[in-house]
């Protein structure tokens, strides 16, 4: 490895927490790019996890499943170019034996190694290829932000960039610090995306309070983004909180320092599943949906699904058609009570939106200059139900034409 | 009206049904196309309707909803080019006024009126028109069959073709007719498509047990298919059977003739249906998906919906690919048990499938011949899951680039 000067552009991302560790390596199962990343920290950190909801689970994340459920891990590794996923017993044995190089070379239980694979789904698992690279990788491990960007871009299938995340906050008068990464939902070649996210973080947390804030995070973040709807064999989020920064363990939500730990974790998560949809395979835009003024967070959040979901409002997205009729029509759709004749529903972009509906009848809005807003990148689409006080945020993708092609000329 | 020589082309489909009259006119709300279909029986017949499960509902479906309740109805009044959905006071007034038009006009009871619209959402009502173009075309209802086919064109949008069909069977050895229309699913300009059909038969049946062999046909036929995963806000189904076949009346399950009855229904709605996906905007396949030996109907029916709807599959049809990690990933994301290790996949055509996976593994198969295969129009997608005796069946078109451009292009 060459020597890195950090002098000139200081990097902060997983490596700069406390006590964490990284690397990326290629080891001949993608052809040119880095595939097995390893995440390790030099203690046991309190872990939890949000798993695929698909009832074809990978290998890995049947594993990964198993080890978490005690809330202790201390390293993820992760391969890219083979999800291990509808592998059968060949599979099983392909994980199992990952998890048993990582263990014995770090000389750690095999309990606290999490497991993470995507890539192509139902091809053998190259499972020597993989032993083989962990053993050789794992002496690698650096505190040096270079290999926290190498275990980024070591993830990466068909996303076009790495991403990765890196924030601090002061609890107790000492900083706390957050880093993470994630890969996207790029689905090109040849099988579906795979969406997986590692955050680590030196606050000391206990267990059960960290599953529960991973989740409400997830809830409001990866689970409100959408490029194409499914949800693959592999997806997984795993976040480990190592204790390094010597803050009082937090073990009640209303233990100082949860409440912001736990907005600072859903910052974090947002950033990357952002950073997600910028890589949505064949998107031209990005579209934040944004329901307010909701009876619950629950039915904002099945509405922004519904909408940013939605075939017909995603091609309107890409046509810049103020096509307010799609809208109210995949809200119908959302599966929960929705009046339209209160809504109010604004289209543009953070820095001007234009009022197109009121109390559910046209404003009689210039059509013209809407489509030109919807000529940006970057969108709004805000729908206010006026009728409570929740509301909810998500991130999505228009239909492209290229994304049919993407998804369709480039075959097994 | 010219003369109609029916001697050399014998057409049938509603008009051939005893006690029915039909008329399609044009009445200017679209440009050049018919926009005003009549569907009357002669005497009162039993009625059962579904409509759309959009929160959104168009006022002619909030209408026909409670006019259908007691279980009779004698007229359906449909017109094209306006949904009269998102229209407020306004639009309710003026499918009131279509209502009070046609029972007026027929000297029946408004209660005994089914209305129907389809077309742009949220554009006003255009009430004047629609009022006086039923008066004027009411006196024009007539049993020839191009009548029949009039009421067919006239309830068109952007199909591209009118979707009609005609059964007869024999019950206590005198003939029933059923004849149905349906309009699709096309969605170009500007708005969603609507699902509309419209169905009569002469055979003698209750209310009450026709209510309940429509709900199963539509859950069987017109639930099974599609084309971008929306349901509009104008989607209805109306079957009236006004008894005039004779037939001792139908009012039990278990009497004579229901079962033949309720197979035929279901196979005039799948012949619609069917046709409704071949006229899919933008698509270049029709594809029909099987999943057998589930261990129930719901369960089958659930991952044949996931498979057909999911972008990933539809895409990977249009590119002929025999993707079968996408398939079974859509399985496992259709919120059933789904075990794929014990799944046979097999792809093609219905006179040739090449079985792609045994118990969960690929069987080897040669995919440029499978590929080849699948440059074929009409596809078969058959999942044998090998659980149970159960299994449903459905269709649906592939995403094509056409389709993006259909949906996006033609702005409002």
């Not at 789904?121 to 794992?138: A, C, H, K, M, Y």
């Not at 680590?200 to 267990?207: E, H, L």
């Not at 952002?274 to 909701?294: C, M, P, Q, T």
């Amino acid at each position: 490895m060459p020597a890195i000067n950090n002098q000139t552009i200081m990097i902060k991302n997983l490596t700069s927490v406390r006590g964490i560790k990284c690397w990326g390596a290629h080891i001949g199962i993608k052809s040119m790019r880095r595939d097995l990343a390893i995440i390790y920290s030099e203690v046991p950190a309190s872990a939890a996890c949000t798993f695929t909801q698909n009832k074809v689970a990978a290998e890995p994340v049947k594993i990964s499943r198993r080890h978490v459920r005690d809330g202790k891990a201390q390293v993820i590794v992760c391969n890219a170019g083979n999800a291990n996923a509808c592998t059968g017993e060949q599979g099983r044995l392909g994980a199992e034996a990952m998890v048993a190089a990582t263990a014995e070379a770090l000389g750690i239980d095999k309990e606290l190694v999490l497991v993470a694979s995507t890539g192509i789904i139902g091809e053998p698992f190259p499972t020597d290829d993989v032993v083989d690279g962990i053993r050789l990788n794992v002496g690698k491990l650096s505190d040096d932000p270079k290999a926290g960007s190498f275990a980024a871009n070591a993830i990466l299938t068909t996303d076009t960039f790495a991403k990765e995340g890196f924030l601090e906050f002061e609890l107790e008068g000492s900083p706390i610090y957050i880093g993470g990464i994630a890969k996207g939902s790029g689905m090109i070649h040849p099988n579906m995306a795979t969406m997986l996210s590692f955050i680590v973080s030196d606050i000391a947390i206990g267990p059960g309070l960290l599953k529960r804030a991973v989740t409400e995070c997830v809830n409001a973040s990866f689970n409100m983004i959408t490029v194409d709807g499914d949800t693959s064999t592999n997806d997984m989020v795993a976040v480990l909180c190592n204790g390094l920064a010597g803050n009082k363990l937090i073990e009640s939500e209303t233990d100082d320092g949860y409440v912001l730990f736990r907005q600072k974790l859903e910052d974090m998560m947002a950033h990357l599943a952002k950073l997600i949809v910028s890589d949505g395979e064949g998107s031209s835009k990005f579209v934040e949906y944004r329901v307010s003024h909701a009876p619950s967070e629950e039915i904002a959040r099945k509405l922004v699904r519904a909408i940013s979901g939605s075939a017909l409002v995603k091609t309107a997205m890409f046509g810049r058609d103020p096509n307010w009729g799609r809208i109210i029509c995949a809200g119908g759709n959302a599966g929960v009570p929705f009046d339209y004749t209160h809504v109010d529903l604004y289209l543009g972009t953070e820095e001007e939106q234009v009022q197109v509906l009121k109390k559910g009848s046209p404003t009689g809005f210039d059509r013209n200059s809407v489509k030109r807003l919807l000529r940006e990148s970057h969108l709004l689409v805000h729908l206010d139900m006026n009728e409570g006080d929740a509301e909810s945020v998500g991130w999505g993708t228009d239909l492209t034409t290229d994304y049919v092609m993407f998804n369709s000329v480039y075959t097994t």
